[in-house]
Every structure is written in C-alpha cells, then in structure tokens.
C-alpha cells in the first residue's frame, strides 16, 4: 500500500544538488513541500530545529545537509563531527517525538574499500578518513534515535545544480579543466558508482510513498575509476582532451580516499524495486540536459 504525506515533506540542505532534484520532483507530483536551505535553518542549532519542525509538523524530513568537503572535514574534524553526526542525531530526536519519517542521506565513504567487492547494506562501516567517520556516526545516531527512518547511502552524485560548496561536480569540472588547459589528470586507483541525481531523488520518492524502512544503497548501475568516468564525459561531450592516468599519490591529499567504494543495490534488487539505470545513460541524460538548457 502507498503511503500517503499527512504532512509537509521538509528538506534540509534545500539548494544542493539532490535536494534541487527532488524538491522539482515532489512538486510535479503535488506533493507538499517544505525546502529549507542552510540559510533559512541551520541543522546544529538545536533550539531552531525543534521550533522549526514543531511548527510544521511534517510527514517527513529529508537531510541532504551536510558538511561533506572530504579534505576540510579532516582539518576541522570538531565540525565534520557536529554537522554530520550530533546534529543529525538531534535531529532524529525530534523526528521521532514527531512521528515524522527521517530520510537521511549518507555515502561511500563510510567503508574503507579493502572488501575488494561491492558494499551491502548489511557489511559494517569501516571508515578511513574524518568524513566518512562522521557520516558513519550519524547513521548510527539515526538508527539509534529514530526508528521510523530511511538512510540512503549513495556515490559520486553529479546533477545539474551542482553542488554549491564544492563550486559544482565531478563532471562540470572536467568539462572546465579540459577545455581551460586541453588536458587532465585524473586517478585510476579509486572505484565508485556515479549517480545522477534525478535518478537518485526518484528512487528516493519511491521509496518513501512504498513506506520502506532501514538502510538502502542506491547508485546508478555499473562502476568504474574517476579515470574512466573522466574519459566517458569527454567522449560523449566530443571533447579532444588528453586524460593523464595517475594514482592517488599524485594529489598532495591530507584524507585518505577507499579505492573501491562500488555499492551494490542489494536491498532494491531483493525487494523488488527495480535498479537504476547505467551511468553511462545517466550521464549521456546529463550532458543532453546541458545542452538542452544552453549550458556552455
């Protein structure tokens, strides 16, 4: 049976890639919708959350906030920590008393890559860097605190958005580096699933009107090296651009990435909610979006 809001549906971290994605989706669906950016509520101040949320009493709450620079997060740990794991426990709190569902987004990054083979829902979190610890602790407070909750770990998201504090995504900064220089370096040794956001947000919605619970992976289909998404976006934006393939060791990094990162999309393939399609389709989406709209 589909489960019908009773509420408004908030989203946190509204004018992100994903949440921009999802509020467009939600609204041609009818359904009702909240979007709160960073600068409207800020997720670490406890007393504006609960007042917030008290006064909207919503359906259900959906955290695409977070403070998900990898490399900021390893130098200021004490923030990567109250953004990602003491705010959204708070946050699962106040869900709870209000008997609104949690949807809370999480990453890759909360496994370090050793396994060899794509992650499961079921295998445990094995983070190797700040960022990956403190989104690893913010599930956990979310389970603990919330059980009325939904926590949708996914990868490498690029959407047309773009990502607001990182100045854009994976993609757009390929198509800038290789037309501002003719070529790029890129690494070979670390392996995801790229995930365009439309997709994503759509499961999402699936997922939420199906009145799923506990943890999901949810990526597009397939995986490959940032090397290898790098020389698809070129091919198929008919860029000549000559991509270098490097290693980690080339970036002076203070965090340490997982160098095989793929999620496998076990709870949705045993559940029978069908599996979202190929990267390389949701990027060739991406780019024909891009030029649909004019974008340079």
Known sequence: ????????????????????????????????????????????NREAVAE???????????????????????????????VNAIAVGHLAQVCHRLGALLVHISTDYVFDGAKGSPYEEI????????????KAAGEFLVRAQCPEHLIVRTSGLFGLRG???????????????????????????????????PDLAAKIWELMRAGARGTFHITNSGSCSWYQFACSIFQLAGLQVKVHPVTSEF???KARRPSFSVLENARLRREGYGLLRPWQEALASYLEERRRLGIP
């Open 163 to 197: 990502s607001s504090v990182k100045g854009g995504n994976f993609v757009e900064t390929m198509l800038r580096l290789g037309r501002e220089k003719g070529e790029v370096h890129v690494v070979t040794d670390q392996v995801l699933s790229p995930t365009y956001t």
């Open 123 to 134: 295998d445990p979190p094995s983070p190797i860097n700040v960022y990956g610890a403190s």
């Open 52 to 82: 917030r949320l008290d006064q909207l009493r919503p359906w259900a709450v959906v955290n695409t906030a977070a403070f998900h620079r990898v490399e900021a997060c390893e130098e200021d740990p004490q923030q990567a920590f109250l």
């Open 251 to 253: 970036f002076p990094n």
């Open 1 to 44: 049976m589909e489960a019908k809001p009773k509420g408004p549906i908030v989203i946190l971290g509204a004018r992100g890639q994903l949440a921009s994605d999802l509020g467009r989706l939600l609204e041609a669906q009818g359904a009702p919708l909240v979007p709160l950016a960073h600068s409207d509520l800020d997720i670490v």
